[in-house]
């Protein structure tokens, strides 16, 4: 994680990963492709820790990570319990090329994270958050999209600053979360923040 969360992707070379690895190339290649098939693996770990973490937690956690995503946050700070350089991982998708974050989204996203989205939603649907006139196979997909298309905005207009890229994340999550929740519902999960807040 060191490797990958101090220097630039395009900069990591084998030799430093090995070295790093302590590894002999044959032991490496056995188990990895290259140091893609490498980073894939540590951001899979980094979403597994946080996927179990959502897992087990109350319906109000379950529901803020439907709407903050993978790399997301509730205000601004971390909601679970990964260390210093899981955290600063978490960041390196806005920096590594893009061939690289889509093969992150189709190969280790939608098999870790967005399970549980999907599930997030059927109980949004069972307990009645959901508006009715939803597809939950359409909403699904919009969130299952949102982060990747976050990191691309991001990129696009280099929006380097965290907590303007925090504040974008919780204004685009709002925006949708209000569309697609019940009234009532939408008011008072918004009243349930305030009063967590105070």
């Not at 179990?52 to 903050?68: G, K, R």
């Not at 955290?87 to 870790?112: M, S």
Request: charged share 30%; hydrophobic share 40%.
């Amino acid at each position: 994680m060191h490797l990958f969360v101090d220097n630039l992707y395009e900069d990591i070379t084998m030799k430093m990963v090995l070295d790093r690895l302590s590894m002999h190339p044959g032991t490496f290649y056995r188990y990895f492709e290259d140091k893609d098939d490498l980073y894939c693996l540590l951001i899979r770990n980094v979403t597994q820790k946080r996927v179990a973490y959502f897992n087990n937690s109350n319906e109000d956690s379950l529901f803020q990570f439907f709407l903050t995503g993978l790399f997301g946050n509730v205000n601004g700070i971390m909601t679970e319990p990964l260390n210093e350089l899981e955290i600063k991982l978490t960041e390196t998708p806005l920096y590594i090329p893009e061939n690289i974050l889509l093969k992150i989204y189709l190969n280790v996203l939608k098999g870790e994270s967005f399970p549980l989205i999907k599930d997030i939603l059927r109980r949004m649907r069972v307990d009645g958050y959901l508006r009715p006139d939803f597809d939950d196979d359409l909403i699904f997909f919009m969130f299952e999209s949102m982060q990747f298309n976050l990191v691309l905005f991001f990129r696009e207009f280099d929006i380097k600053d965290s907590k303007l890229q925090h504040k974008i994340s919780k204004y685009f999550a709002d925006f949708m979360g209000h569309g697609l929740l019940e009234d009532h519902k939408h008011s008072e999960i918004v009243s349930d923040l305030k009063k967590a807040k105070e």
